[in-house]
């Protein structure tokens, strides 16, 4: 789904953003440019975020052990 109809970002590309490193909306923005046109994608695209954030981090306390990702 489109989040930022100015700028051409959806919400998988905002998620995408997060699994990428970023860790609040400033990075997000910063890495994909929503909201930086006219503003009015700007609360959903912040909902986005919380939500997956949130997400991430319930996955993050199922696992009985933290992840780390090492290149082999
Ligand atoms: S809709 Fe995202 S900046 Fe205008």
């Known amino acids: 789904m489109y989040v930022c109809l100015c700028v051409g970002v959806t919400d ?6 997060i699994y990428d490193g970023c860790c609040n909306y400033r ?3 910063e890495a994909t440019n929503v909201g930086t046109q006219c503003g009015k994608c ?8 919380r939500e997956t954030l949130a997400q991430l981090q ?3 306390a199922a696992l009985p052990y933290p992840v780390e990702f090492t290149a082999a």
């Open 58 to 60: 319930s996955t993050q």
């Open 27 to 29: 990075e997000v923005r």
């Open 12 to 17: 998988g590309q905002i998620r995408d953003a």
């Open 42 to 49: 700007a609360c959903l695209a912040k909902q986005v975020v």
